[in-house]
């Protein structure tokens, strides 16, 4: 069993540039949802994907997207970064309809000077 | 989702038995306790969930008061491994393609083991 994988493990960005952050999720699972860490907090959970589709979203602006492929894999987009944009990015499969058991990923540190 | 409250932090000694409380005062009858870990520098890892009834797995077990409104969470034999934050969530039964609303992180409780 392949568990969940994040790219890059991490990554400095300049303010007002655009970042793609990549997910491949735990084979058998077909629903993948991003979170964000900021140092010190809880994880915050961004949105969800399932069928390719956005399946629940949290408090985060439009400039956050997302996409999910054929293969379940999944990609974090975020235009325009803000400082306080660095933070760990959490990557997270499941099996939707079964319970809220997540498989999380080692995350990508993403560092916005 | 029903709000929980932990302590920040606690200490326990390796070998023996950790008991990590989680109050959940506000919990509804549809809403799940789930607990999660998060090693230093490492994603959250899923331990166990329940309803009512007692859990238990290879990982911990799960105690829930029979009023609902607190729960333990316990590590038999605690090694250095297990320090971490523990988080206790408490969210409704699985969604159905309605709307995911993803897991909810509050501060959880800072569990050192001491050797």
């Known amino acids: 069993e392949t568990g969940v994988t994040q790219s890059p493990t991490h990554l400095i960005k300049t303010r007002g540039q655009q970042v793609t952050l990549r997910c491949s999720s735990q084979?058998?699972?077909?629903?993948v949802s991003w979170y964000q860490q900021a140092l010190g907090q809880g994880p915050q959970f961004i949105f969800q994907?399932?069928?390719?589709?956005?399946?629940g979203r949290g408090n985060f602006p439009p400039r956050f997207s997302g996409l999910q492929f054929p293969n379940y894999s999944s990609e974090l987009n975020v235009n325009a970064l803000e400082l306080d944009d660095s933070a760990l990015y959490l990557c997270?499969?499941?099996?939707?309809?079964?319970?809220?058991?997540?498989?999380f990923g080692p995350g990508t540190r993403l560092t916005v000077t | 989702d029903a709000k929980t409250t932990q302590p920040t932090s606690m200490d326990c000694a390796e070998g023996r038995a950790a008991n990590l409380p989680c109050n959940h005062s506000?919990?509804?009858?549809?809403?799940?306790v789930y607990w999660y870990r998060q090693i230093h520098s490492q994603g959250p890892q899923y331990i166990i969930h329940?309803?009512?009834n007692n859990e238990t797995n290879e990982m911990a077990s799960l105690i829930i008061t029979e009023d609902r409104k607190s729960s333990t969470l316990i590590l038999p034999h605690a090694t250095l491994r297990d320090t971490a934050v523990y988080y206790c969530?408490?969210?409704?039964?699985?969604?159905?393609?309605?709307?995911?609303?993803?897991?909810?992180f509050g501060k959880g409780t800072h569990l050192i083991i001491q050797p």
């Open positions: 997270a499969s499941s099996m939707t309809g079964e319970s809220y058991e997540q498989y």
């Open positions: 084979s058998g699972h077909n629903t």
């Open positions: 994907y399932y069928r390719e589709e956005e399946n």
């Open positions: 506000t919990i509804s009858g549809n809403e799940y």
């Open positions: 329940g309803l009512k």
């Open positions: 969530i408490v969210l409704s039964s699985m969604y159905s393609g309605g709307g995911a609303d993803g897991l909810t």
